[in-house]
């Protein structure tokens, strides 16, 4: 099932060291607490999927890795990250530029908006290896045609003169790749990147990147709210609520027995092949709870089928119930 | 591209091919072709006034005030062409020498506007704590009329082109800055900016790859339409006898100088207002016709 079947998480010390991470939009309706005190590691060659709804802070807590969110909106009030063992948010921003596309890189969702539509392939490519490795203009192109024979695009050196337009979307999301993974990076931050395309196309690009990961041994940080991807391409999975870790587990693990009830409202969710046509597809009742309030108890407790009154009071720590297998419930594993 | 494998394959047929191109593009875009047009002509002739008229400054009381005269408009010698002044001034050369003046101003402003309001409307857009400031001081200098400024820089010193051409820039420089920010204010915020910044591209970087091109279209037809509005105010203030001094043949002057005798002699004020007005519409023509062709939002054909 898992793509990857690499080093076991844990066993060396993490690439990739995130704890307590708080961060905070200001806005002018009040303070919104994106990510609550988020921790996780991501081992070397691992793959980590982060799952989650939208606007549970898994692409806020990709984006708090690199320092990439915008100033004056937004802070990390608290946590720290640690990137080989160097506190990345103690980091001035040059120091922080030459880790972003040089250590850590990232792929965003939009492969039809990420390019600039005015510079060829070959340029963007370029951009990355100009600025980390000092190659002048020659040497860089060639690297760029390397690039993109890497990520398999059919007469890559011809390809590097041509403008974004004359890409196909999952050519372009190769393109993404080839521009993320220039410069080798040890981990590779990838934000929904099949999201906005194809489902066969998607495949391709998944399969793609497992590839790749495994030829660079790079670790993965993979954010996506598709289940299906997680148990494609991860080993190890976290699953995100209102700015919180929930649950934590080796893939086969947490779709073998997931422990929370939000992760098995998810899995509920996906429709399936064979389920009948009569079968109403299983949704998770309610909305995310707004961020910007305080919330006393666990913040999945007004949607949770098995909700009693302590989960409304008190917040339930993140606690390991087997063995690599964490989740937040003050009654996890029970049946609903 | 098409061009490559065109001329590989009938190297023969290129000029042709060329020529069917022209036509094609003149039939899309007549008004970039017409004002194009227009204004190559104007500056020829504005080049070429030393060489193809009489000395603009040579006064003959005897030939004062004759009316045009278009035969043997090509005759060297002749200097009635378009008449004579109140002075015996051919008219013909005065034009063509203002045309010089009224190019260079128009020309000179408009880069200079647009060089000062890229920079600062780049900085602006970009570093927002920077904005807040310069914008405030935008306003402030958008608020004094061009003219009155012109007066006051020319009372103050003693006057000349490149202190008029200063005086005319300093009021359009803000547009410039606020089309510049705008334009800033919505690329930074395109997902290829985050891109180039995920990758460690430092800001100046940003700023020249990926900003500053998306800003060339509309700073192109921005700058046509401040070269148009600069001749204007040149024309003006001359006329006011806060411009060129008046022994320099400009439009303006010409203009100017002819009132008392406009009743008697109106090509005095015939000709170099139609050169005036000549130029003044090729180069909004041309403006209009780049404003379509590189706005693809405003296009109706493409």
């Known amino acids: 099932m898992s793509g990857l079947e690499t080093a076991p998480a844990a066993t060396a010390a993490p690439i990739l060291e995130v704890s307590d991470l708080r961060t905070h939009f200001f806005t002018r309706d009040g303070v919104t607490r994106a990510v609550d005190g988020v921790s996780f590691t991501v081992a070397p060659g691992e793959t980590l999927g982060i799952v989650g709804e939208s606007g549970c802070g898994k692409s806020v807590t990709a984006l708090s890795v690199l320092r990439l969110l915008p100033p004056r909106l937004s802070r990390i009030v608290g946590g720290s990250v640690r990137f080989e063992g160097q506190e990345l948010l103690a980091l001035d921003e040059p120091a922080m530029r030459r880790i972003r596309g040089n250590r850590i890189a990232m792929i965003f969702q939009e492969p039809m908006t990420s390019l600039n539509p005015v510079l060829t392939i070959g340029d963007q490519i370029a951009e990355a290896v100009t600025i980390h490795q000092g190659k002048n203009r020659a040497e860089a192109m060639r690297h760029a045609a390397e690039m993109l024979r890497l990520v398999r695009i059919p007469d890559a050196a011809k390809r590097t003169g041509d403008y974004p337009h004359q890409f196909s979307g999952g050519m372009r999301q190769r393109v993404m790749i080839a521009m993320a993974l220039s410069c080798s990076p040890r981990l590779l931050i990838a934000d929904e990147p099949t999201t906005a395309l194809d489902v066969t196309v998607q495949a391709q690009i998944l399969k793609l990147m497992v590839e790749l990961k495994q030829a660079t041994d790079a670790a993965v940080m993979l954010i996506t709210h598709d289940l299906g991807v997680i148990a494609e391409t991860c080993q190890r999975v976290i699953v995100m609520y209102a700015g919180q870790v929930v649950e934590q587990a080796e893939v086969v693990e947490l779709f073998d027995a997931p422990l929370h009830p939000y992760t098995r409202g998810l899995m509920a969710s996906i429709p399936r092949i064979g389920g009948g046509r009569k079968r109403r597809l299983a949704e998770i009742p309610g909305i995310v709870p707004d961020l910007r309030k305080p919330i006393a108890g666990c913040p999945f407790a007004p949607r949770c089928p098995m909700a009693r009154a302590r989960c409304r009071t008190e917040p339930p720590p993140l606690i390991e119930h087997r063995l690599g297998h964490l989740a937040a419930c003050w009654y996890a594993g029970e049946a609903a | ?302």
Not at chain 2, 49 to 57: E, F, K, S
Not at chain 2, 155 to 161: E, N, Q, S, V
Not at chain 2, 194 to 219: E, F, N, Q, W, Y
Not at chain 2, 281 to 300: E, F, T
């Open chain 2, 1 to 302: 591209m098409a061009d490559g494998t065109l001329a590989e394959a009938a190297p023969a047929e290129r000029p042709q091919g060329a020529a069917l191109r022209f036509g094609t593009f003149a039939r899309r875009n007549p008004t970039i072709v017409i004002g194009a047009a227009m204004l190559c002509v104007m500056v020829i002739l504005a080049l070429l006034a030393p060489l193809i008229t009489n000395p603009p400054m040579h006064a003959a009381p005897v030939d004062r005030l004759k009316p045009p005269d278009l035969s043997n408009f090509f005759d060297p010698e002749k200097r009635d062409r378009f008449g004579t002044d109140n002075l015996g001034r051919d008219i013909f050369a005065r034009t063509l020498h203002g045309a010089r003046v009224s190019l260079l101003v128009g020309l000179t402003v408009a880069a200079f506007a647009t060089a000062v309001g890229l920079v600062i409307g780049l900085m602006a857009g970009y570093y927002r704590r920077f904005d807040a400031v310069v914008m405030r001081v935008m306003d402030g200098l958008m608020s004094i009329p061009s003219i009155l400024l012109a007066i006051a820089l020319i009372a103050l010193t003693r006057g000349g082109l490149f202190l008029l051409i200063i005086a005319i820039t300093v009021p359009e420089v803000p547009r410039v800055v606020r089309l510049v920010r705008s334009v800033v204010l919505t690329v930074r915020e395109r997902p290829f900016v985050d891109a180039a910044i995920s990758v460690g591209s430092p800001s100046r970087k940003i700023i020249i790859r990926h900003v500053l091109p998306m800003t060339v279209a509309p700073l192109i037809v921005q700058a046509t339409y401040i070269c148009a509005s600069a001749i204007l105010i040149e024309a003006g203030l001359s006329f006011l006898g806060a411009g060129v001094p008046p022994e320099i043949p400009t439009w303006g002057n010409m203009i100017a100088q002819s009132r008392l005798f406009f009743a008697r002699a109106p090509w005095l004020i015939f000709f170099p207002g139609a050169a005036l007005a000549l130029v003044v519409l090729a180069v909004n023509l041309l403006g209009d016709g780049l404003r379509d062709r590189l706005d693809p939002r405003l296009a109706r054909r493409m």
